[in-house]
């Protein structure tokens, strides 16, 4: 009889008791039915699905990956190594042929001529500098992706290294007289007393604290602002909310800086690869071309931005083709790169742990030289400044000494400042006192100092002149230095 039928059955002269257990049968059935159902196969399902996607992934990366580890021996192995090649084969030929015989000259000479000895050991300096500078850049560079955006290429590019010996403006060795040169030999021993001459004329820039010559030019400003900057022929100032234009001889022009349109300024530079002014705003960055005819006006550059607005900008500097943009007390370090078609692109953005120790407080300036970058940074134990060298790419070269302290971790008041020589000015504004850190992180405090309350100190690239603002009072005053 079926189940429906006995229920029928059931229902018109009540449950028999073969049907209560076959109604029991069929709840344990059930029951057992519900224990041993498992979900597990639908995860298993989907993680197999993962699995293979993932080992599909994987595959395509390797793929990737391969290519590019071949591509970038190929432009190793193609153009970087011929190109240091010809570098090391010129340096080595030089020292051989022109510089070790005349040493040897010089060891057998009884009165040897100071000035020629002098001469050769710049041309071992600058060779030891060049080297350095060869063996620290980073003439390869891969830019990596974002790990969440995979599908944006991998980039490989390089930089020449003969493309920087051609921007050479002469020959390392073109001063180093031959003996045996006849006539040309001559005429360089007639320019020596006019050498010596210039020579004498030229004073370092810590004689400018020390002696505190007569300034060639003396201009009273209205403000303590510490914006300053110079390139061969320019100084460019901001005061009283105007752009204010020198040359080395007069004031030209003045431009009103009005911050609602512009932007709060707190910072400027000079870009010799664009023969440009660059000015830096908490939020922007703007170029400035002195040569242009009025109306000449600051152009943004539009893809330089901040993080987000409540991130604040702090120092620029720049470096051939880069500049090196500080957030406030070094949250971040923007590298910007500009191509030669004028379009500019994030290069990397630093991390304060990138750049910091743990304790450090944070960044107030970031500078370049021709090889390194300067970071001064204020530590936490102590409020002591420090100025800690950094490679291109934010790698610590070496670790600075503590100088004296600032007032508070809030206020950053300071100025670093690079001589292009491989030596830092730091002027620490709460103390009133200049610090030099030479060549090998040496730190010299310059108490003998008779110039005070200065805000910002600047050299011209090619280091004839040297500008300095101060305070009390508020004025630039301008130094011939050779």
């Not at 076959?22 to 041993?36: K, V």
Request: glycine content about 2%; some cysteine; overall charge neutral.
């Amino acid at each position: 009889m079926s189940f429906t039928t006995k229920d029928k059955e059931n229902n018109a002269n009540g449950w028999s008791s073969d049907s209560l257990l076959e109604l029991s049968d069929i709840a344990q059935e059930q029951l057992r039915t519900l224990e041993r159902l498992d979900f597990s196969l639908i995860q298993k399902k989907c993680q197999q699905e993962l699995e293979s996607w993932h080992s599909a992934a994987v595959s395509h990366l390797g793929q990737i990956y391969s290519q590019r580890l071949a591509d970038l021996a190929q432009v190793y192995t193609q153009d970087v190594c011929p190109e240091s090649d010809k570098f090391k084969q010129k340096m080595i030929e030089q020292l051989k042929s022109r510089i070790m015989p005349r040493i040897s000259k010089v060891l057998d000479d009884p009165i040897p001529d100071p000035e020629k000895v002098e001469k050769m050991q710049n041309l071992l300096c600058h060779i030891k500098s060049e080297c350095n500078m060869m063996r620290d850049r980073q003439w390869i560079r891969v830019q990596l992706p974002d790990i969440k955006s995979l599908s944006i290429p991998i980039k490989i590019t390089k930089t020449s290294l003969s493309n920087h010996l051609a921007e050479q403006r002469k020959d390392l060795f073109e001063d180093l007289s031959d003996d045996d040169d006849g006539d040309n030999n001559n005429k360089k021993e007639e320019e020596l007393p006019a050498k010596k001459k210039r020579k004498a004329n030229t004073i370092d820039i810590i004689d400018l604290f020390t002696i505190n010559p007569e300034p060639i030019k003396h201009y009273s400003l209205d403000t303590n602002s510490s914006t300053l900057s110079l390139s061969n022929t320019h100084i460019l100032v901001h005061d009283s909310h105007k752009l204010i234009l020198f040359d080395y001889h007069r004031k030209l022009t003045e431009l009103q800086w009005n911050d609602n349109d512009y932007g709060i300024l707190v910072d400027m530079c000079w870009m010799s690869s664009l023969s440009v002014f660059v000015i830096l705003t908490i939020h922007s960055v703007y170029l400035y071309d002195p040569t242009k005819p009025q109306p000449n006006l600051p152009v943004k550059v539009e893809a330089i931005k901040p993080l987000d607005r409540s991130h604040v900008l702090a120092s620029i500097s720049s470096f051939e083709r880069d500049i090196y943009i500080n957030y406030h007390k070094g949250v971040h370090i923007d590298q910007y790169r500009v191509s030669s078609t004028s379009q500019w692109s994030l290069e990397k953005r630093y991390l304060k742990a990138d750049c910091c120790e743990t304790k450090d407080i944070g960044i107030r300036d970031a500078r370049c030289d021709s090889q390194h970058i300067c970071l001064s940074i204020m530590q936490q134990d102590d409020l002591k400044w420090r100025l800690d060298i950094m490679s291109r790419d934010m790698k610590r070269i070496r670790r600075g000494i503590s100088m004296d302290s600032g007032e508070n971790q809030h206020k950053f008041f300071s100025m670093l400042i690079s001589l292009h020589d491989q030596r830092w000015l730091f002027v620490n504004w709460y103390t009133n006192k200049i610090w030099l850190v030479d060549q090998q992180g040496k730190t010299r405090l310059i108490k003998e100092t008779k110039i005070k309350n200065i805000r910002n100190i600047c050299l011209a690239p090619n280091g004839s002149y040297a500008a300095i603002r101060t305070e009390k009072p508020s004025a630039l005053k301008l130094y011939k230095l050779e």
